[in-house]
């Protein structure tokens, strides 16, 4: 089950010159997740609507993907995992015709870190 709890950070697209426009690339947001037993951080498209779901609210990921990104280190590597998807919805609320996959924690779950 995951439970909405705030917008963590919004990611903005650099300029050709490097500065830091207004223009939002996407938007991460923590959820609970009981099955990894803490804060996940979500990441969705800045065209998906800014989420203001009450605080604990239960909530589906649309279209989900964990995935992970390793960079080398004297010991061997760290491995970093992150998890993006299309839409974040109130649970039993999904739009119809969206592809919605509850189970998708159980998946995050067995993901090493």
Not at 15 to 41: A, F, H, P, W
Not at 43 to 54: E, G, M, N
Not at 56 to 73: G, M
Request: glycine share 4%; hydrophobic share 35%; with cysteine.
């Amino acid at each position: 089950m995951l439970k909405f709890s705030a917008l963590r950070r919004e990611v903005h697209i650099q300029n050709e010159d490097g500065t830091v426009s207004e223009e939002i690339k996407e938007r991460t947001y923590d959820l609970k997740c009981n099955t990894q037993g803490r804060m996940i951080q979500v990441s969705v498209p800045a065209t998906v609507p800014l989420k203001d779901y009450d605080y604990n609210a239960e909530v589906e990921l649309i279209n989900p993907v964990a995935d992970t990104v390793a960079n080398a280190n004297y010991r061997g590597a760290d491995v970093d995992w992150y998890v993006k998807a299309d839409d974040i919805v109130m649970k039993n609320k999904s739009n119809l015709g969206e592809n919605v996959t509850p189970n998708h924690d159980k998946t995050i779950a067995n993901r090493n870190k």
